[in-house]
């Protein structure tokens, strides 16, 4: 369980977060939502110690984070950042095999080669292993950094934004795995994901932030409805329902929702070219 | 090792001792051997200290900060140690400055070095140097500020201590001081052991601030570290040949592109390695083979300055 108590924090005199509450469970593929710069990213950050806890304390499974030593903390979760850019030259296969490094320190045994290799496997990174990374796509890569966190083998995965950069096909099996972690191996499983759509197929739990607030939490059901998701996101949207989930329609202007720009003909015609 | 980076390392010793060899042996006639010989291998050891340390520290500060273009030299540091030197030379004067105990006072200089470069360049360089351009700058203009501050010290004392300040001021290979050698290649030494140590923990800062910071590195702290062992490293070169501004860039340029992988614990021997056979065989050629009619210092510096723009035109600023 990750416990979250009167987290606050300020970038200069700008507050970002304001006083947070809030337990993730374990065992869970939670999903976090919401507009862009409401604090999703600041907020997996200071879960996973990339930035100082400025007030409020934050614990994961027991483990205090402004207590526990920063290699400890390395075995109970893996974090993948938004920003994936790494400045040496290196290969898929060796970037993969840094994930097994809070397991071994520096000297690999055969069960850290071992672990790397389901890793490149479960990625569908056979085939490119030995290429360098700036050889690959950008959702290769992302791929590859995917597979460095998988490989870390900690019970929670903390994800900003992992669908970035993937395809149709990339970005569902992405889901399906993490699902397969959370349901077959137990794992824990915190993403932050853009598109709502994937957190209505695949989490089981929804946590929607809105300016450094969460406005509202719970099952899928509860959270992904027309009331929540239009005031979150400010603009009208649809909920419709496909294999017993929620599917948001939000793609599109409903014709009942009315038009976000005047109509044409309200405009003066040399407006419109 | 594997099998790559284990014969860049056996070929890198071969060129070494070849060069060394021609160096020490190369027209050596009948008379007095035995001092030539010595007087050889004192300058064959100042200039594989020389060369070593500045290839290492090129290679540690490019890990630091995330960048192939910086230098500890573009970023001001043998300009710092130069600064401290005549701070040194002002404050108690040519007498005073030549009765320190030779040893003792290189010591607490190389001490003072270690903690300026960490605390300065840390600040600067602790969140992994994000804006590339700006930290270029920073540095260019502290080098500036600590070479004129050393001027504006050199211009108000009288002509014997500015003679002494110019001596330390300016690269020369030729002359390396003799005296300051034991304790400069001893603490190039645990320098050099320091980082081969670190050299595992180096791979992953290379990684960057966020990615080494979930593995569970401390990464701030060896962020610091790492630029000590610069700061140390910079002082025991720029104290026996004086400031190099563009030749770290040339070694730790070859370094990353003849290693096999960006593992620290081939690079930093290579670099080491790359560096003393280019200034064993460079002063050999300069010296011995071409009568002086060139310097090696102006030639390495020339060399290394057009790599540097190369880079800039190429855009490789990360
Ligand atoms: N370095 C920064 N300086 C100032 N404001 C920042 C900085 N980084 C993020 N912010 C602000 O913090 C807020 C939250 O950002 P972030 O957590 O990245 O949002 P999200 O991931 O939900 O899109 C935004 O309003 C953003 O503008
Ligand atoms: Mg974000």
Known sequence: MIRINGLSHHIGAAPILHDIDLTLPRGKLVALIGPNGAGKSTLLRLVARLEPVQQGRIEIDGLDLSTTPTERLALAMAVMGQQTHIASRLRVAELVGFGRWPHH????????????RQA????????????FLDEVSGGQAQRAHLAMTFAQGTDWLLLDEPLNNLDMAHSRTLMARLADLVRGSGRSVVTVVHEVNYAAAWA??????????????????????EPVLSALYDTPIEVSRHDDRPLVLHHHWHD?????FPKAADAPSHLLH | MDRPAATLIAALLALLAASSLVWMFQGIGGGNRGFILQLRGTKLAGLVVVGAAVGIATVLFQTVAANRVLTPSIMGFDALYV?????LVATLGVAGFAAL?????????????????????????????KDIPRTILTGVILGVLFRSLSTFLARIMDPNAFAVVQSVSFASFGSIDAALLP??????????????????RLDVLALGREVAVSLGLRFDRLVLVTLGLVGMLVAVSTALVGPVAFFGLLVAGLAHGLAPSARH????PAAGLIGAVILVAGQTLFERLMGQTATLSVVVEFAGGLFFLFLLLRGRVR
Do not use: N
């Open chain 1, 105 to 116: 320190h520096g000297r690999p045994r055969p069960a850290d080669r071992a672990a790397v």
């Open chain 1, 120 to 131: 490149l496997a479960a990625f569908d990174l056979e085939p490119l292993a030995h290429r």
């Open chain 1, 204 to 225: 089981d739990h929804i946590v929607a932030m809105k300016d450094g607030r969460i406005v509202a939490e719970g099952p899928p059901e509860t959270v992904l409805t």
């Open chain 1, 256 to 260: 009942q929702l009315g038009s976000p």
């Open chain 2, 83 to 87: 600064l401290l030197q005549t701070a």
């Open chain 2, 101 to 129: 105990p030779g040893a003792a006072k290189f010591l607490a200089e190389v001490a003072v070095m270690s903690l300026l470069a960490a605390m300065l360049f840390g600040t600067l360089l602790g969140k992994g140097a």
């Open chain 2, 183 to 200: 304790a400069a290649g001893a603490i190039a030494g645990l320098c050099v052991a320091g980082a081969m140590w670190l050299a595992p």
């Open chain 2, 265 to 268: 614990a081939v690079l930093l």
